[in-house]
């Protein structure tokens, strides 16, 4: 069974930075693909960024240039480094896997993963 455990998150002023870690165990298939999503109060939880199998990256317009996803697949985990952090940017962060490779903009949405980790609060203030 795949199990995703989520750390890193914490409070920072506006233009900070923070890394997120998302520590994966179970996963028994080279070809999978992993992602990032956010949930803040009262909204629907939105696909922030993912890696696919052939490691190409995608994300959301909301974080281009200030988000970098990266997978170290010897220690079996996936980073989120986040700069230039903005009040908009405070939400629960959750890592998701799934099998396979996503095509398109699949990545974004939740059905597309198989697997959650418990999340991870980032809360940035102004």
């Known amino acids: 069974q795949v199990q995703l455990v989520e750390s890193g998150g914490g409070s920072v002023q506006a233009g900070g930075s923070l890394r997120l870690s998302c520590a994966a165990s179970g996963i028994t298939s080279s070809r999978y693909y992993m992602g990032w999503f956010r949930q803040a109060p009262g909204k629907e939880r939105e696909g922030v960024t993912a890696?696919?199998?052939?490691?190409?990256?995608s994300y959301a317009d909301s974080v281009k240039g200030r988000f970098t996803i990266s997978k170290d697949n010897a220690k079996n985990t996936l980073y989120l480094q986040m700069n230039s952090l903005k009040p908009e940017d405070t939400a629960m962060y959750y890592c998701a896997a799934n099998y396979g490779s996503y095509g398109a903009n699949y990545w974004k949405f939740r059905g597309s993963y198989n697997y959650w980790g418990q999340g991870t609060q980032v809360t940035v203030s102004s």
């Open positions: 890696v696919n199998s052939d490691g190409f990256t």
